[in-house]
């Protein structure tokens, strides 16, 4: 798990090349006025832009993938993200979408928060699980983010 700030000059310091020029492409971009939904950044890379809601951890499911890298980027509102770097006993938990490349977990074992304000970024990789979209001090807001998926081979 990597996290930083689009709007820091050194942002991009030992991030995956693939990640880092993602990142420079965000930073042309008119975050919040970016519609919802799906836009191809090219033929492997996407990303998804959303108004989520936020809510408690403890009513929320983490998850994890297996085939891509989150790059999420918070554009309006605070969240947190609770995330662990090790990977949990997968055999537990829900079974593995390999179409939407998923796997659900009630909880993350071990895990640790981050608080993302608008610019931040967090990247997860593979079996690095994730519970994004979580209350901040207990208070409901609503959010403008955006998830870029990169597929795991094109880090080299």
Known sequence: MIFGDLTTENFKLN?????????????TLDLINLEKGRHD???????????PETAASESKQAELHRQYIDVQVLISG????????????????????EKDDYQLIPDIPNKSTIKLTPNMFAIFFPYEPHKPCCNVDGKVVNLKKLVVKVPVELIK
């Open 15 to 27: 991030l995956p090349k693939v990640i880092a020029d993602v990142c420079d492409h965000l930073k």
């Open 41 to 51: 950044l090219t033929d492997q890379i996407y990303m998804n832009v959303m108004e």
């Open 78 to 97: 605070q969240e947190w993200i609770e995330y662990a770097v090790n990977t949990p006993d997968l055999s537990q938990y829900t079974p593995y979408d």
